[in-house]
């Protein structure tokens, strides 16, 4: 199955760190990054999508972020 996640952060170094982990657990960038302003706080924010094809079957409660 091909699972999908959207990491997002703040504009900082942990965004690129969050994505680096994300790339060397063998998940793929899937689409370019996305960066918005986040008038409430006062920041930019990033967003990039990654997928993983694991075995097994989907459930709600799996954590993708262990995978």
Same mark, same amino acid.
């Given at each position: %199955?091909? $699972?999908?996640? $959207? $990491?997002? *952060? +703040? +504009?900082?170094? @942990?965004? /690129? !760190?969050?994505?680096? %982990?994300? $790339?060397?657990?063998?998940? *793929?960038? !899937? ?6 302003? #986040?008038? @409430?706080?006062?920041? %930019?924010? /990033? @967003?990039? @999508?990654?997928?993983? #094809?694991?075995?097994? #079957?989907? !459930?709600? +409660?799996?954590?993708?972020? *262990?995978?």
């Amino acid at each position: %199955m091909k $699972l999908y996640r $959207l $990491l997002t *952060e +703040d +504009d900082t170094s @942990a965004f /690129c !760190h969050k994505v680096s %982990m994300a $790339l060397a657990k063998g998940w *793929e960038l !899937h689409g370019s990054p996305a960066y918005g302003f #986040d008038a @409430a706080r006062g920041v %930019m924010r /990033c @967003a990039q @999508a990654v997928v993983k #094809d694991v075995p097994g #079957d989907y !459930h709600p +409660d799996l954590k993708l972020g *262990e995978q």
